[in-house]
């Protein structure tokens, strides 16, 4: 019997312990700085709003290598 | 007819006012700027917006005249741009115009859509955002463009070390609370469990495993989430200064240590749940407390945001841009329509219209003459002029006006808190008794055990939940009631203070009176030959004045005939002159008719319209701000409950005296600066009274942030709102009648909680002293205080349901 408990309880543990993690990670990145906008968040959740934010992604990932670029070219 | 809303902004209008087009027979607007960015949306694929928008309404379109050039200018770089890691730019803006999240959405994404924009991030909590750009694609003259072209307007702000440490303090308490929360939800499940196992039978093995578990959770509750508290201690104790975080941070420890002991093979019960329940809820108090000092900073950035960064000054003819600190007394400044005074000064030039509204409430521009004194903050509304310099920034008004909010939200008098004050020497008196019970009880029986027990027994039970509690529960519930009714309180410490209020000053326009003008009287006939040719030349215009005479005209006439007037022509400040068949006629003030030296006397306490043909004044309307509804029932309900009632106003004696008439009221001021009132506010203060003021234009920031509590009403100015502590969304005069009943109610079940957890202490620390409460017993009619505070809370709202 008090093994089912020991195991139940470790997984227990360990699973909430690994969404706490999660939590802070996301909370360490800034997702809920903004309590308002947290709130809101699921009307920012489309696919269109995924596919907008990855294409920015790109966006900024081509003007940084740009900068880069120019810099080593003024060096 | 009947209303219909704005397409755009979701507003609702009469039909015959709003904008149709002709190929799109579905879309609506209420002006040309809706309509410009409903299409410009369209066009960029945006129009996802309006399902984002949902129910909220926006505010139409902000028209901005000003050049954002200025936001290209060295000094400005200089000052607010910042170079990032990557050789980007990064400036720190508020954007203006926010009401909900789909104007967040859209604002990201039309600068996220924009060539040389790398991130764009606005937070929808303090409308604070964050551009990085690449200068070397996009200035950011064109970026500011951009977010006017919607409709929105950003000012630059100088991010403070008070703003970075205020930002930072919150984030820190969060993540202690979110463990504290997380750690204690999951204790309370394990707790089921337990508690039933004690009378259902559980094994000591179980048991065990129960308090391991209970152990793992509650350790990073006291030693992380808790930190705070050992700190708040240690610097108390520094001070000498026994605080409650001592108490807190000791009852933990002392439950903690003997859980411990417990743990290890100890006999007894451990209490590890009752060391996180203690840390949870003190904790999320505090996070509370720290949210309204970052309020605070937020506030502070967004009046200072309001200032302008520099000014035009003219050197032998010679146009320079520079700092605002740079301009020197007798510099000649040129400001454009649009732009704001930067310094105070003296007109130069014939004449001038500037909007005043932001210092004397008065919503219509107001003419000056060569000589007259231009203040500093207020807008020009007619064409480019120059005045000479009479005082640097440091001295002018609007610096004065900035510097006084600051030190008054600063040193806001923080009330003398209760619960705290309480139980500051019930902190003492707890940890003197459990170390004199632990004392006569190891002297008398000899057992070091049996004597750590009580003492503990002691702390535990007297541990502050129950009055730690009785404060927030009564406020959460009492704010919660306050919003159904469209009140909202922005911190629960502004419950206490409403409560023991006894002076309510009112503000004139806006709060007593609806702040638009009404025709109240006609001297001379309206015939059918004058009706079309007034109704023309009231249409020529869109001064608030002629604005309503043409309404009065619409509700009493039907069908009125469209005639086309030719010379129509604007006199400044005075009305309109025009010809139609070869006459001359003229609508205007006073002033307009001794302009057309026509030979006329009329004496009135009102704002009046004079119209005159050939020569010759033919009507005079008598023009009236009307009564809000509500004023009377408002200032008799005050009366009932002994409260004084004062209003204070910039308008002139004659205008204050008829308005506190008319609503039977004896006490009133007239003719006051916002300076002025701030001051009236203090010296109301320093003569023992607690002050509500109630407020809604940018003038009344300063009075509102000396009062006690701060009201202002939800169509106000944004800085009025920003700096109130109760906002009132509807609009109504009822709502300060209900923030009176509820403050006042809540206050008194708060007063009862006090109560019922002092009576349960008193009855159970001398139980527990003599040994006959054992530790479990003494967590559970802890609990049990607490229950009864929150349930004796849960009875506020009954009055409302009765």
């Known amino acids: 019997m008090n093994s089912v408990l020991i195991l139940e309880l470790t997984v227990g543990i360990i699973v909430s312990f690994t969404l706490l993690g999660i939590f802070i990670w996301a909370a360490k990145g800034g997702q809920f700085d903004d309590s308002k906008k947290m709130m809101d ?3 920012f959740d489309s696919e269109e709003d995924l596919q907008a934010a990855y294409e920015k992604e790109q966006k900024v990932k081509a003007m940084k290598e740009k900068k880069e670029q120019n810099k080593k070219e003024e060096v | 007819m009947s209303n219909i809303k704005c397409t755009h902004c979701q507003l609702e209008f009469d039909e015959s006012v709003m904008i149709t087009e002709e190929n799109n027979p579905d879309v609506y607007f209420c002006c040309n700027g809706c309509q410009g960015v409903y299409h410009l949306l369209k066009d960029d694929g945006l129009d996802s917006f ?12 902000l028209q901005v005249e000003s050049d954002s050039s200025s936001f290209d200018m060295e000094s400005f770089k200089q000052r607010y741009i910042k170079t990032t890691t990557d050789g980007f730019s990064s400036v720190d803006l508020v954007i203006e115009g926010i009401h909900c999240a789909a104007c967040i959405w859209l604002n990201e994404k039309v600068l996220a859509n924009t060539e040389g924009i790398v991130d764009a991030s606005i937070n929808f909590t303090n409308n604070k955002a964050k551009i990085v750009w690449d200068e070397d694609t996009i200035a950011l003259s064109k970026v500011i463009d951009t977010i006017r072209s919607i409709g929105y307007n950003a000012y630059p702000y100088d991010r403070t070390a008070e703003d970075i440490k205020a930002t930072k303090n919150k984030k820190d308490y969060f993540m202690r609370m979110a463990i504290a929360v997380f750690a204690s939800m999951n204790i309370m499940m394990i707790d089921v469990a337990k508690y039933a196992g004690f009378f259902s039978g559980m094994k000591d093995e179980t048991l065990h495993l129960v308090h391991i578990a209970e152990f793992i959770f509650s350790t990073p509750v006291l030693f992380y989430s808790g930190w705070i508290f050992f700190k708040g201690a240690y610097y108390g104790l520094k001070n000498r200064i026994v605080n409650m975080d001592l108490l807190v941070s000791s009852g933990a420890t002392l439950t903690y240590i003997y859980s411990l002991y417990v743990l290890f093979g100890g006999k007894g019960h451990s209490y590890f749940d009752s060391v996180a329940m203690i840390i949870t809820f003190v904790l ?10 970052k309020n605070a900073v937020d506030t502070m950035d967004k009046i200072r945001s309001q200032v302008p960064h520099e000014a035009t000054i003219v050197e032998e003819g010679v146009k320079k841009v520079v700092p605002l600190d740079a301009v020197k007394v007798g510099d000649i400044i040129e400001v454009k329509r649009g732009e704001k005074a930067t310094v105070d000064g003296v007109l130069i030039g014939s004449s001038a219209t500037f ?9 219509l521009p107001v003419e000056k003459k060569e000589g007259a004194t231009i203040y500093s ?11 000479t310099a009479t005082k640097n920034y440091a001295n002018s008004t609007l610096s004065n006006i900035v510097n006084l909010l600051e030190d008054a939200l600063a040193s806001k008098p923080e009330i003398e808190d209760t619960t705290n004050e309480l139980s500051k020497y019930f902190s003492i ?3 003197f008794l459990a170390l004199a019970t632990f004392g006569a009880w190891y002297w008398i029986g000899g057992d070091f055990e049996e004597a750590l027990i009580v003492a503990i027994s002691v702390i535990v039970i007297a541990c502050p939940c129950a009055l730690a509690l009785a404060t927030p529960i009564a406020s959460l519930i009492g704010i919660s009631w306050a919003a159904e009714k469209g009140l909202l309180f922005k911190e629960a410490k502004f419950i206490e203070t409403f409560s023991k209020v006894d002076t309510v000053v009112l503000d004139k326009t806006g709060t007593i009176t609806e702040g638009k003008l009404d025709v109240k009287n006609v001297t001379g006939e309206i015939s059918s030959e004058i009706l079309p040719q007034l109704y023309a030349l009231s249409d020529s215009s869109t001064h608030p004045v002629s604005l309503a005479i ?6 009493n006439f039907e069908s009125i005939e469209t005639i086309e007037l030719s010379n129509i022509e604007q006199v400044e400040g005075k009305g309109l002159k025009a010809n139609y068949d070869s006459k001359i006629i003229a609508g205007g003030n006073s002033r307009l008719i001794d302009e057309l030296e026509i030979d006329f006397e009329f004496d009135t306490v009102y704002t009046v319209y004079h119209f005159a043909m050939d020569g010759r004044v033919v009507l005079s309307f008598e023009l009236d701000d009307g009564l809000k509804e509500g004023v009377k029932e408002l200032i008799d309900y005050l009366s009932t409950i002994d409260v004084n009632i004062i209003m204070a106003t910039g308008d002139n004696e004659k205008v204050a005296n008829r308005v506190a008439n008319s609503i039977g009221l004896k006490d009133y001021k007239s003719e006051l600066s916002p300076i002025d009132k701030a001051n009236y506010i203090k010296s109301l203060k320093e003569n023992g009274k607690r002050v509500v003021m109630v407020g809604d234009g940018i003038n009344d920031a300063l009075a509102l942030s000396y009062a006690d509590v701060a009201i202002a009403m939800g169509s106000g100015a944004d800085v009025a709102l920003a700096i109130s502590d109760v906002v009132i969304l509807n609009n109504s005069l009822k709502a300060i009648e209900d923030s009176f009943m509820i403050s006042r109610r809540t206050f008194k079940f708060i007063k009862q909680n006090l109560a019922i957890s002092l009576i349960y202490n008193v009855i159970t620390i001398p139980i527990a002293m003599a040994g006959y409460v054992i530790p479990l017993v003494a967590a559970l009619s ?5 229950l009864l505070v929150v349930g004796n809370s849960m009875r506020i709202k009954i009055k409302d349901k009765n």
């Open chain 1, 41 to 43: 968040g699921l009307l």
């Open chain 2, 50 to 61: 309006y399902e984002k928008i949902g129910n909220s309404k926006i505010a139409p379109p």
């Open chain 2, 284 to 293: 999320v108090g505090k996070y509370l407390e720290v949210i309204g000092k």
């Open chain 2, 355 to 363: 909007d005043e509204s932001s210092l004397s409430g008065e919503s």
């Open chain 2, 377 to 387: 903050g207020t807008i020009n509304s007619g064409k480019v002029i120059r005045y």
């Open chain 2, 429 to 431: 008196t707890i940890l």
């Open chain 2, 550 to 555: 043409k309404k009065y005209l619409e509700k």
């Open chain 2, 782 to 786: 802890m609990s049990l205080s607490s």
